[in-house]
């Protein structure tokens, strides 16, 4: 299917363990985004990417890991997940840094850590 | 410091009650402005793109507006399905690259 899927759409983990949130897109866009959502907070940026083998940080990259070997998938990686880390998390894509029809976001993985 | 404010947080209509929602923004050079609306559960999806001001762009009972300081997003004759929460976001130059950086978002309920 054309688009962008994450997965999981949800996931249950415990503090001090790993997680990976996937995210794959099927347009060959250039640019990357991982977002986190939260009440009061709105979306912030956690990495986003340029083009495969390119990654910055963004507003909050602490306790985050990112790598895109493939212009298609993007995984972000939490490596000792913490109860802050608690959140709806928003991958997206866009074709350019200033995209004519905007940046295309996915439905969202939404972790717990409990 | 560039940066992107909506207001107000929330907004409650009744069905047929037209309003406007506010999105401010402080960068220099503005490349563009997007405005989304997002659903419960859902990812934000694309609404309009803004590039300059005097610009106008419609869809249905929504008309996005763009000033050289903010831009409006009216609802017209607002149905409940129009019920949503509206973002703003804005490129910021970051590395070479742009940023989409997005404001907290207006919650709108349209009561029937």
């Known amino acids: 299917d054309a688009g962008i899927t994450q997965s999981p759409r949800y996931k249950i983990t415990e503090t001090g363990r790993q997680v990976t949130l996937m995210c794959h897109q099927t347009?060959?866009?250039?640019?990357m985004f991982w977002y986190r959502q939260d009440l009061g907070h709105g979306l912030r940026l956690i990495y986003y990417s340029a083009a495969a083998d390119i990654t910055d940080k963004g507003e909050v990259p602490d306790g985050y890991v990112v790598s895109r070997s493939k212009t298609e998938n993007f995984p972000l990686t939490l490596e000792s997940a913490t109860r802050s880390q608690t959140s709806v998390y928003f991958c997206?894509?866009?074709?350019?840094?200033?995209?004519?029809?905007?940046?295309?976001f996915g439905s969202g993985t939404r972790l717990t850590v409990v | 410091e560039d940066q992107v404010t909506q207001s107000p947080e929330a907004l409650r209509l009744q069905e047929g009650e037209s309003s406007s929602l506010n999105c401010s923004y402080t960068v220099s050079g503005l490349r563009g402005l997007f405005w989304y609306r997002q659903d419960p559960g859902k990812g934000p999806e694309f609404l309009f793109t803004?590039?300059?001001a005097g610009e106008e762009k419609e869809k249905e009972r929504l008309k996005a507006t763009l000033t050289k300081k903010e831009s409006f997003l009216h609802i017209t004759a607002p149905k409940p399905e129009d019920s949503a929460t509206y973002l703003c976001a804005v490129p910021i130059p970051s590395g070479g690259s742009y940023i989409p950086t997005f404001g907290r978002g207006t919650s709108l309920i349209v009561h029937p």
């Open positions: 803004l590039y300059s």
């Open positions: 997206a894509s866009s074709e350019a840094g200033i995209p004519n029809y905007g940046y295309t």
């Open positions: 347009w060959s866009h250039s640019y």
